[in-house]
């Protein structure tokens, strides 16, 4: 993708897709780490099938299981865009 | 949260591969009665395709023959078509299959090469592209088409019953993947059926079978609707035996 996503875009496409999981919204922080949230890898797996969809961004097995936080996975969706 | 009990949403389509005959042909029209949108694919049997979604449209359903073969390793495109013509496709029936049968001292490297790679390689490559939008969808239905070989041992056949034993295996852990999800996955494995796959059989094979004649592929078929339909949500990772009493 060419075009440039800002981390605001990123992190307001997650805030959007954890409550799916049955994130409680007012947990969402970039601080937050996915184990606190009780998001799971199966979870994580949809969320990277949502960005794909959204920004074209492909994440694979090994990238997921690098992130940790909130913030974590908005980095790396920002710097694969780029 | 155990919550999850889903039913199938309108327009949902169902993929049958390998569904120009036989058993592959019976599953298109019993989950067309039943009112799924069906994708008959086909690798070279147009014809036999095309007689298949005249049958399902000539019975008020909905169907498109989808050529393509299994083993190319191309799903994404098969599915993208079949949502944009029928609708999204919400049940995966692996049911292409092949043969060659040899004993194992003098089966070749390409007798197996070729019936892993279609038998299981490119049912594993259909279930993960189907499983994604299956989950984002909340409702879904992997149907693999086992064997009574495999769990059971057949001279002549290591081939084949590794790779359908591998499917059952596969079938048992994707289950657990995603059933929180809304999707199951189950095995159907049939014993003897008639086609053309088990023409050449000799008469005295049905000794094996208690109930001492061939299935029909309609038996079969009956199988896989019902592990298609919402009935069965709660009926995941598991195997049905269609055979007669042979695996009893």
Aim: no cysteine; aromatic share 4%.
């Amino acid at each position: 993708m060419a075009t440039t996503i800002s981390p605001e875009q990123v992190e307001g496409t997650v805030r959007d897709a954890l409550p799916q999981f049955g994130v409680d919204e007012t947990q969402i922080t970039r601080d937050a780490s996915f184990e606190e949230l009780d998001v799971d890898s199966l979870d994580l797996a949809e969320l990277s099938q949502i960005i794909e969809d959204e920004y074209g961004v492909q994440l694979k097995g090994d990238d997921v299981a690098k992130i940790k936080t909130v913030g974590d996975a908005v980095d790396l969706v920002v710097s694969r865009a780029a | 949260m155990g919550d999850l009990v889903s039913t199938r949403p309108e327009h949902a389509t169902a993929l049958v591969t390998g569904a120009s005959k036989g058993i592959g042909a019976a599953i298109a029209r019993a989950l067309a009665d039943d009112g799924w949108a069906v994708g008959v694919n086909y690798r070279s049997d147009e014809a036999g395709a095309r007689r298949v979604v005249e049958a399902i449209e000539s019975a008020g359903g909905r169907a498109l023959a989808i050529h393509g073969d299994v083993t190319n390793g191309a799903p994404a495109e098969l599915f993208a078509r079949l949502e944009s013509e029928l609708g999204p496709v919400l049940a995966l029936v692996n049911n292409a299959g092949v043969r060659a049968d040899g004993l194992a001292i003098q089966l070749e490297d390409d007798d197996w090469g070729r019936v892993i790679d279609t038998n299981l390689t490119a049912a594993f490559r259909m279930t993960r592209q189907a499983i994604k939008g299956m989950i984002r969808a909340r409702f879904g239905r992997v149907v693999n088409l086992a064997s009574v070989v495999g769990p059971r041992a057949n001279a002549g056949q290591a081939n084949y019953a590794a790779a359908k034993a591998g499917l059952i295996g596969m079938t048992k852990t994707v289950a657990t993947e995603v059933a929180r999800r809304g999707v199951t996955v189950n095995a159907v494995a049939p014993g003897f059926i008639e086609t053309d796959m088990t023409a050449d059989l000799p008469d005295t094979v049905m000794q094996a079978v208690p109930a001492r004649r061939a299935g029909t592929p309609e038996e079969v078929a009956a199988a896989v609707r019902f592990l298609a339909s919402d009935a069965a949500g709660y009926v995941t990772g598991t195997t049905l035996f269609v055979d007669g009493g042979m695996s009893a």
